[in-house]
């Protein structure tokens, strides 16, 4: 059984699963075989040194990853041992199980989530009567998540004009002390405490794991560290795993140092290097050693692999983005007819909102498909309440939308609120008589938040036909106060979502010169298609293509994987244009996903590309140049098979007039703003940008760099 095992490694791998005699750091590039050499030396451990299955701590970056490594392990021992693998939350969750009245808590603790934490920042800001412009309670959520993780520490924001950041911080870890309570972060931090100031409890551990095993090793945190540190530094008995290549989340607290110096802080290290890789294509392989020889902050490795060099790169220049996504559509569907399932086909993109054009053409072309780690577009909270006050404007009968938008922002209206106005439905009104009769009779709070709903209603329907279908959106969602909503419910991903929302604006733009309607007929139009379209996806069974954001990949491998929106701006994204580190973050996202492809690699761009509703010209990411070029061959236009839509769709960007305007600029204030509007010419040009932390701004020319 062990010979057997054994057998299936390369040497390198063998002398990694066998190595038992001090720290063991598994240093190698993507596909190399690390998550195999974790489930083979588990496996082995169990079979050669009859160790107890549940004395072996495994640990892997997500639920996933640890349910996949779990049911690989079982497939070796076939289902002889069930082993216990956990995320490192999932571990301290243990550790606290057993011993948090070590530090002042109940056994029987809560875990509370963001919007708890949420909830308990609110109540605290309110009792401390602060201004919550500035004490917005989720940026205090995320600062203080910050603080937790070991990214800063809480003085710094003090210093930044914070001044009560201090205060708050604490009463709010006394309030989860009196409920009991632990949120995300205090479970790791809290384990932590247990194994580094409670000598009795980390004997105890350090003497009951028999090894312990790290997966994705190149994004743990600070605090994640201590954990390995305090568990395995005395006995040496572990073994991580890595690639300072992926380290892709360094922007949530991953320090790539960890790895980088693991020699150094574990004394007698040994470092075994797998240098064979066994997923890619040789071709794939080139383009990922090239493209990662760029950075410099790393160790530096080479990967080499046996097999086949398989069909060049697929790189496909599009003149829009619809047509990008259509020779997406069109593509997957030749490859499933040569033979490909769907499911081993996968589709990345930068960012979420880039996912709602290939979900589009996907569903054209009538093929199925899954999104990772995400929402599909229209199930998207924002992108179902922007619907729903479109149709609210629409559709005088609608109660649901009217219910669901009716206090989303807050507009005071309550549980007593809204059984008034359903009473008031109930009887048969419609939704504009019952507001209209409500606005007259309700108590003064009530009657201003009613008002309100009515005077968006009223002057959606005024816009139906005056605005262009972008503006329209835009329009509902400045009336509807919902941007600032976003802004400060969600301060972790409210700029994601104001993208989607962005999103939405230009799908009804595209749709309206497909359908050459507008409009109020284009609205009835599109709104039937978004229901009629999600309804049918529900009904969907079986085989599914996937698409995700490069960041849910990891680990991840597939045959066929495309790369979409390989553009300046979108890869690397503009937030990273900055700094040279940032710039490498991106360059190691784009090698996590070239690495997951096996066979076939589809790259994609588009030269012009929808940003707020019209066409910009955009410029083809630096990363395809990095690929060598005799690795890649051109996908023509004329064999791509999107000749007849692709000519009408670049007749609508010609039409859209791509002149050359800035698209990105810089302020000394604001910082990065992607351009919405130029007004005039040259210095004295008026600029309408958009600033991520500070909105819409128009400022004069000679002010702006000009980035892109
Ligand atoms: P990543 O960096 O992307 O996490 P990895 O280094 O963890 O990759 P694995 O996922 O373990 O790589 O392995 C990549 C693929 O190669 C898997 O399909 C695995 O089964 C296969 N593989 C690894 N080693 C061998 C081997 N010695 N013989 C045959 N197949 C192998
Ligand atoms: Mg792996």
């Known amino acids: 059984m062990i010979e057997n095992l054994i057998k299936e490694l390369n040497p390198q791998q063998k002398e990694a699963v066998t190595y038992f005699d001090s720290p063991l750091l598994i240093l190698a590039g993507a596909g190399s075989g690390k998550t195999r050499v974790i489930t083979y030396k588990i496996a082995y451990m169990i079979e050669k040194f009859n160790y107890e299955p549940e004395r072996i701590l495994a640990v892997t970056f997500t639920n996933k990853a640890a349910h996949e490594m779990k049911e690989r392990v079982g497939q070796l021992l076939k289902g002889k041992a069930d082993v216990f693998v956990s995320t490192f939350h999932s571990f301290c969750v243990k550790l606290l199980k057993s011993h948090s009245v070590r530090i002042g808590f109940k056994p029987n603790f809560l875990i509370i989530d963001t919007d708890d934490k949420k909830s308990v920042l609110k109540e605290i800001l309110k009792e401390l009567n602060l201004d919550t412009e500035l004490y917005n309670p989720s940026l205090i959520g995320s600062m203080i998540s910050n603080v937790k993780n070991g990214m800063v520490s809480i003085e710094n924001f003090e210093l930044k004009g914070y001044d009560r950041v201090i205060e708050i911080f604490e009463l709010y870890n006394k309030k989860l002390k009196e409920m009991n309570a632990f949120d995300f972060d205090d479970l790791l931090l809290y384990g932590k405490k247990l194994l580094t100031e409670h000598e009795d409890i980390k004997n105890r551990y350090v003497d009951y794991f028999r090894y312990v095993l790290i997966d994705e090793y190149q994004d743990t945190n600070a605090i994640q560290y201590e954990i390995t540190k305090a568990l395995t530094l005395e006995k040496g008995n572990v073994c991580v795993v890595g690639d300072e290549d992926q380290c892709i989340y360094t922007w949530r607290g991953a320090n790539i140092n960890n790895i980088l110096n693991f020699e150094k802080d574990f004394p007698h290290a040994k470092v075994v290097k797998l240098e064979k890789n066994y997923r890619c294509s040789g071709v794939i392989l080139s383009a990922a050693n090239a493209v990662i020889a760029n950075n410099t902050i790393r160790k530096g490795k080479k990967l080499f692999t046996d097999n086949e060099d398989g069909e060049p790169i697929r790189l496909f220049e599009a003149s829009t983005d619809q047509e990008e996504a259509l020779f997406v559509g069109k593509t997957v569907k030749k490859l499933i007819n040569t033979g490909f399932k769907p499911s081993e086909i996968a589709i990345f993109y930068r960012t979420n909102s880039q996912s709602r054009i290939v979900e589009d053409a996907l569903r054209r072309e009538g093929i199925n498909y899954q999104i990772v780690g995400g929402l599909k577009f229209y199930e998207r909270k924002e992108i179902k309440d922007i619907i729903a006050y479109m149709r609210v404007i629409l559709f005088e009968e609608d109660k649901l939308s009217l219910f669901r938008i009716l206090n989303v922002p807050k507009r005071g209206l309550g549980q007593a609120a809204e059984e008034r106005l359903k009473k008031l439905l109930d009887e048969g009104y419609s939704n504009i008589e019952a507001l209209n009769r409500i606005v007259l009779e309700s108590p003064l709070r009530q009657r201003e938040g009613f008002k309100e709903i009515l005077e968006i209603i009223e002057a959606g329907k005024e816009k139906l036909e005056t605005l262009k279908p972008y503006e329209f959106i835009k329009f509902i969602t400045a009336i509807s106060r919902y941007e600032d909503y976003l802004r400060k419910e969600y301060r972790e991903d409210w700029e994601t979502r104001v993208e989607n929302i962005t999103e939405l604006g230009n799908t009804l733009e595209e749709f309206a010169e497909r359908s050459g309607l507008s409009g109020e007929e284009l609205y009835l139009e599109f709104l039937n298609t978004v229901t009629l379209s999600s309804d049918q996806d529900e009904m969907e069974d079986g085989e599914k293509v996937t698409l995700m954001t490069i960041h849910a990949s990891k680990g991840l491998e597939f045959p066929v994987v495309f790369i979409t929106g390989l553009e ?69 236009r004329k064999t791509s098979g999107e000749k007849t839509q692709a000519s009408s769709v670049s007749s609508i960007s010609s039409r859209s007039s791509i002149k050359k305007k800035p698209k990105i600029v810089f302020h000394k204030k604001f910082g990065k703003g992607i351009v919405k509007r130029v007004e005039g010419a040259g210095d004295t040009a008026k600029v309408t940008a958009y600033f991520a932390n500070f909105g819409e701004k128009t400022i004069v020319m000679k002010f702006l760099k000009v980035l892109a």
């Open 568 to 636: 300046e701006g979108l890869f690397p994204h503009a937030r990273s244009l900055d700094a040279n580190e940032q710039i490498e973050e991106e360059r190691r996202l784009f090698y996590v996903a070239i690495t997951r492809a096996k066979k076939v690699l589809v790259l994609s761009y588009a030269r012009s590309r929808r940003f707020f509703g019209s066409y910009r010209p955009t410029e083809k990411s630096r990363f395809i140049d990095e690929i060598p070029s005799h690795l890649i061959k051109p996908v023509s």
